[in-house]
T-cell receptor, first 112, second 115 residues
Framework: GENVEQHPSTLSVQEGDSAVIKCTYS??????FPWYKQELGKGPQLIID?????GEKKDQRIAVTLNKTAKHFSLHITETQPEDSAVYFC???????????FGTGTSLTVIP | DAGVIQSPRHEVTEMGQEVTLRCKPI?????LFWYRQTMMRGLELLIY????????DSGMPEDRFSAKMPNASFSTLKIQPSEPRDSAVYFC?????????????FGNGTRLTVT
């Protein structure tokens, strides 16, 4: 099956700086890559996603890039704010089987 | 839309007791997933349903776990008998077309503590 690795496991940045979280996957059949933000006491919430026919997607301060050849994708958060502090999960999904494979999470702390 | 609704939010029980977790998916979503989250193992898929039918239950840890979906708006996850190692946060998620045109939508989870 698919294997998703996520780095780093923890990340601290100063408010206003950028944060980058990276994930790699193993199965070339994976075609959908969502990113989730999980705040304390809540379930993971989708913040951005990308499909395998696209190399980059942006939504305000958040962007995701995908390199299919290298099998890795990254989350970029610019101009970080304290409310960005949370645990972020990447995931990969294969169209056949309806399975989502999650990374192990990155705990992001934005220092005011 | 109210989103995925789970109950209870917290459950504390003694070892050996039966525990039932409940989930109401988003209306119109025909896929429902049960996940377990722990620090050690992260998010683990336990089982998922499509149109109320269990499709893949290979993640269910053992026979003590069972899940049902009697209709499109309700699912339960039952643990009988419960053990301390079952302590975790259990999430329900629903989707209209997972991995195809839409992501998973998670509830806020049930934190289970078995003493």
């Amino acid at each position: 099956g698919e294997n998703v690795e996520q780095h780093p496991s923890t990340l601290s940045v100063q408010e206003g700086d950028s944060a980058v979280i990276k994930c790699t996957y193993s199965d070339s059949a994976s075609n959908y890559f969502p990113w989730y933000k999980q705040e304390l006491g809540k379930g993971p919430q989708l913040i951005i996603d990308i499909r395998s026919n696209v190399g980059e997607k942006k939504d305000q301060r958040i962007a995701v890039t995908l390199n299919k050849t290298a099998k890795h994708f990254s989350l970029h958060i610019t101009e970080t704010q304290p409310e960005d502090s949370a645990v972020y999960f990447c995931a990969a999904s294969i169209r056949i089987g309806n399975q989502f494979y999650f990374g192990t999470g990155t705990s992001l702390t934005v220092i005011p | 839309d109210a989103g995925v609704i789970q109950s209870p939010r917290h459950e504390v029980t003694e070892m050996g007791q039966e525990v039932t977790l409940r989930c109401k998916p988003i209306s119109g979503h025909d896929y429902l997933f049960w996940y377990r989250q722990t620090m050690m193992r992260g998010l683990e898929l336990l089982i998922y349903f499509n149109n109320n039918v269990p499709i893949d239950d290979s993640g269910m840890p053992e026979d003590r776990f069972s899940a049902k979906m009697p209709n499109a708006s309700f699912s339960t996850l039952k643990i009988q008998p419960s053990e301390p190692r079952d302590s975790a946060v259990y999430f329900c998620a629903s989707s209209s077309s997972p991995g195809l045109t839409g992501p998973l939508h998670f509830g806020n989870g049930t934190r289970l503590t078995v003493t």
